[in-house]
Nanobody, 117 residues
């Protein structure tokens, strides 16, 4: 059974940093596309960052230069390094991955990030 498990969320002050992790239950190499999405209260879920074939990355304009997506094959884990956080980054962050061989998408359960004084 494929599972994606996020961790690393929490509360941080404006200007602070957090690192989110997404651990996969199978080899991370099975996923050609992986991404982080977020959903703030009352808003639609939006794409934050995407990594394709382990190297090509894309970012939402709102996080460019502040967030970095990466993955560690040895640890079967994807990361989202977040810095210069502001209140607009407050949301539930979800891990997303597509298993290339069967073209099936998977979602994690989400982790809350709150940026507040």
């Amino acid at each position: 059974q494929v599972r994606l498990v996020e961790s690393g969320g929490g509360m941080v002050q404006p200007g602070g940093s957090l690192r989110l992790s997404c651990a996969t239950s199978i080899s991370i190499s099975a996923f050609g596309t992986m991404a982080w999405y977020r959903q703030a209260p009352g808003k639609e879920r939006e794409l934050v960052a995407r990594i394709i074939s382990g190297s090509t990355t894309n970012y939402a304009d709102s996080v460019k230069g502040r967030f970095t997506i990466s993955r560690d094959i040895a640890k079967n884990t994807m990361y989202l390094e977040m810095s210069s956080l502001n209140s607009g980054d407050t949301a539930v962050y979800y891990c997303y991955a597509v298993a290339t061989a069967i073209m099936t998408p998977y979602w994690g359960q989400g982790t809350q990030v709150t940026v507040s004084t």
